[in-house]
C-alpha cells in the first residue's frame, strides 16, 4: 500500500509564497512521475506541474514562472515552490505518484486559499 502525505498548505495574501510538500512511503514500484494536482470549488481536478525520475518537469501554463517542483527521489518526496500567488490559485492540492506499473496514487489533499 502506497501513501501520500501532503503539507505546507494554508492562508496567504495575494503575491505571496506557499511550499508544498508530499512524502510517499509503502512499497512503491520504480516511481516514473510525481506531480501536483489541484481543484476549485466547482472546477475539475487540473494538473499544476509533474516531475518525472529524470528530472523532467511540466507545468501548467497559468503557472509557469511563479511554481516550481522539485524532487528527491531517494525520499520519494515532491516539493512545489509557490511564489506569486494569485486569488485564483485557491484550491485543495492534491500530491500524485504514478510508478513503474502505471498505478496512480493520490494524497488526501491540502488546502490553499489566497486572499486578497
Known amino acids: 500500500q502506497v501513501h501520500l502525505v501532503e503539507s505546507g498548505g494554508g492562508l496567504v495574501q495575494a503575491g505571496g509564497s506557499l511550499r508544498l510538500s508530499c512524502a510517499a512511503s509503502?512499497?512503491?514500484?520504480?516511481?516514473?512521475?510525481m506531480g501536483w494536482y489541484r481543484q476549485a470549488p466547482g472546477k475539475q481536478r487540473e494538473l499544476v506541474a509533474d516531475?518525472?525520475?529524470?528530472?523532467?518537469?511540466n507545468y501548467a501554463d497559468s503557472v509557469k514562472g511563479r511554481f516550481t517542483i522539485s524532487r528527491h527521489n531517494a525520499k520519494n518526496t515532491v516539493y512545489l515552490q509557490m511564489n506569486s500567488l494569485k486569488p485564483e490559485d485557491t484550491a485543495v492540492y492534491y500530491c500524485?505518484?504514478?510508478?513503474?506499473?502505471?498505478?496512480?496514487?493520490w494524497g488526501q489533499g491540502t488546502q490553499v486559499t489566497v486572499s486578497l
Open positions: 516531475i518525472t525520475s529524470g528530472i523532467s518537469t
Open positions: 509503502g512499497i512503491i514500484f520504480s516511481p516514473r512521475a
Open positions: 500524485n505518484l504514478v510508478d513503474g506499473w502505471n498505478h496512480t496514487y
